[in-house]
């Protein structure tokens, strides 16, 4: 393991203080979590149970900046990948939101060789799936999992929850990948570059049902939300406003909306 020289990959994520400040205080924290995790990798019942960094974060933190393999903490990293094979084929252990595979070993963990067998086996064992792809990015979703492809980082992220949505490109994949698995008709309007307008008509709903699952939460991670009578159905028009100091909206934020337009439950989220 050789964290440390990667410490300026993160600090350049940082732009905390100045860069001076953030290179020291992303080596430092990179020297810390290197003797934390000898010393975790030495116990391995509690590294496989009871890893010291929470989720495995630290672990995603340095897939997230394409650490090489070899600086990964090896026994870590193979226990991660058994996990997620479990978790994609048998459906075994703890959520996995927000999990950092680089696309190879993705693959090789579940005994694939490309894209393309990927998506063509999920899509024979899973009752539905959906995709949308444009230039380096591919999404896959089936059996309520999420998978985001990123060609030109060569990562995969599986169920990106969180992941904020900051370019119209991306928010219509979302859109159209959505629309597609849960059946609900939808239409975008980019009305200017960093404000995006989407409709969605919920059938076999009334405003007030509708109005029952948009909690306080939802509303307010968009810029507007309208629900009105439409044709024996109901419209839901959620605009979207990008800009400096507003947190942006979230994959699973984007999904609910069309969970709440096809009428299928909604998993509640881990905030």
């Known amino acids: 393991m050789q964290y440390q020289s990667h410490n300026k990959r993160f600090s350049e994520r940082m732009e905390l203080l100045d860069s001076d400040a953030d290179d020291q205080l992303a080596l430092e924290l990179f020297e ?18 009871r890893p010291s960094c929470r989720d495995r974060n630290f672990l995603n933190l340095l897939i997230e900046l394409h650490v090489d393999n070899e600086d990964l903490p090896s026994f870590c990293y193979s226990v991660y990948l058994e996990q997620v094979r479990r978790y994609i084929l048998e459906r075994k252990g703890r ?8 696309i190879e070993d993705l693959l090789r963990t579940l005994k694939m060789s490309s894209i393309k067998q990927f998506t063509t086996k999920f899509a024979e064992m899973w009752k539905k799936t959906a995709r949308a792809g444009e230039q380096d990015m591919l999404l896959f979703m089936g059996d309520d999992l999420i998978f985001q492809f990123d060609f030109a980082r060569a990562l995969v992220i599986m169920n990106p929850v969180n992941y904020e ?22 239409s975008l309007e980019s009305i200017a ?79």
Request: proline share 5%; with cysteine.
């Open 165 to 186: 949505i900051r370019d119209s490109s991306v928010f219509k994949l979302y859109s159209d990948l959505f629309s597609s698995y849960y059946g609900v008709e939808s």
């Open 193 to 271: 570059v960093n404000w995006w307008a989407l409709m969605t008509r919920a059938t076999g709903a009334t405003p007030a049902d509708v109005r029952k699952r948009l909690n306080q939460k939802l509303i307010e991670r968009f810029a507007d939300v309208t629900v009105e009578s439409m044709d024996g159905g109901v419209q839901i028009l959620a605009e979207v406003v990008v800009e400096e100091g507003v947190p942006p909206v979230q994959v699973a934020d984007l999904k609910h909306i069309f969970e709440i337009a096809s009428g299928v439950p909604t998993r509640p989220r881990n905030e």
């Open 32 to 49: 810390l979590h290197e003797t934390k995790c000898t010393t975790c990798q030495e116990d391995r019942l509690s590294c496989t149970f």
């Open 95 to 102: 959520g996995m939101d927000n999990r950092r595979i680089p």
